[in-house]
């Protein structure tokens, strides 16, 4: 009977983590957010001399001539921590806004500093668009998330441990159908 009130626990649990990353990725609109991305990451780049002004056109946020999308707002990751962390169980909601208030601040920092980089690369002639935007992103956004893990970790340990417990029922659980 335990393992099958596991199991319903992982099933709930995973029900809401998916339900919230859905919600919170696709339901609100996020122009604020991808005014607040562009407005400091122009002001960055000013900063460091190289000019790209914010504009406004159509519903679109610009940084001189790039767009600013959802996606380049770093909501996809908050989305994923926002689920995985508040359905957590058996954790204070102070630890949970606490680290959440700590990822997103983070993330946001980390955010700006990548948009600016990339914009400062291609209009520097240092990398072209193709090579600054998607690997140069991906290599920053794996590193980022794995500092934004351990940061998580050190406020809520419990959240590494209940996912290692969740890995242990899901290989006991299904760990009979594997091949000898």
Same mark, same amino acid.
């Given at each position: @009977?335990?393992?099958?009130?596991?199991?319903?626990?992982?099933?709930?649990?995973?029900?809401?983590?998916?339900?919230?990353?859905?919600?919170?990725? /696709?339901?609100?609109?996020?122009?604020?957010?991808?005014?607040?991305?562009?407005?400091?990451?122009?002001?960055?780049?000013?900063?460091?001399?190289?000019?790209?002004?914010?504009?406004?056109?159509?519903?679109?946020?610009?940084?001189?001539?790039?767009?600013?999308?959802?996606?380049?707002?770093?909501?996809?990751? @908050?989305?994923?921590?926002?689920?995985?962390?508040?359905?957590?169980?058996?954790?204070? !909601?102070?630890?949970?806004?606490?680290?959440?208030?700590?990822?997103?601040?983070?993330?946001?920092?980390?955010?700006?500093?990548?948009?600016?980089?990339?914009?400062?690369?291609?209009?520097?002639?240092?990398?072209? !668009?193709?090579?600054?935007? /998607?690997?140069?992103?991906?290599?920053?956004?794996?590193?980022?998330?794995?500092?934004?893990?351990?940061?998580?970790?050190?406020?809520?340990?419990?959240?590494?441990?209940?996912?290692?417990?969740? @890995?242990?029922?899901?290989?006991?659980?299904?760990?009979?159908?594997?091949?000898?």
């Amino acid at each position: @009977m335990p393992k099958d009130k596991d199991f319903r626990d992982f099933a709930i649990y995973f029900f809401l983590v998916t339900f919230i990353i859905l919600f919170v990725y /696709y339901v609100p609109d996020y122009y604020f957010l991808e005014v607040a991305v562009a407005e400091p990451s122009s002001a960055v780049l000013s900063i460091v001399g190289v000019q790209a002004p914010v504009h406004f056109a159509r519903g679109v946020v610009l940084v001189g001539n790039y767009s600013v999308a959802r996606e380049c707002t770093g909501i996809q990751v @908050m989305a994923v921590f926002l689920g995985l962390i508040l359905p957590l169980p058996g954790v204070s !909601w102070r630890r949970k806004l606490l680290s959440l208030g700590l990822l997103f601040s983070l993330l946001y920092g980390a955010n700006l500093f990548r948009v600016a980089l990339e914009y400062y690369l291609v209009n520097t002639g240092i990398l072209p !668009w193709s090579l600054a935007h /998607y690997p140069l992103s991906l290599v920053l956004g794996v590193f980022g998330v794995f500092l934004l893990v351990l940061v998580n970790d050190r406020v809520i340990p419990e959240f590494s441990e209940y996912i290692f417990s969740l @890995m242990s029922l899901l290989e006991s659980s299904f760990g009979r159908y594997k091949r000898s």
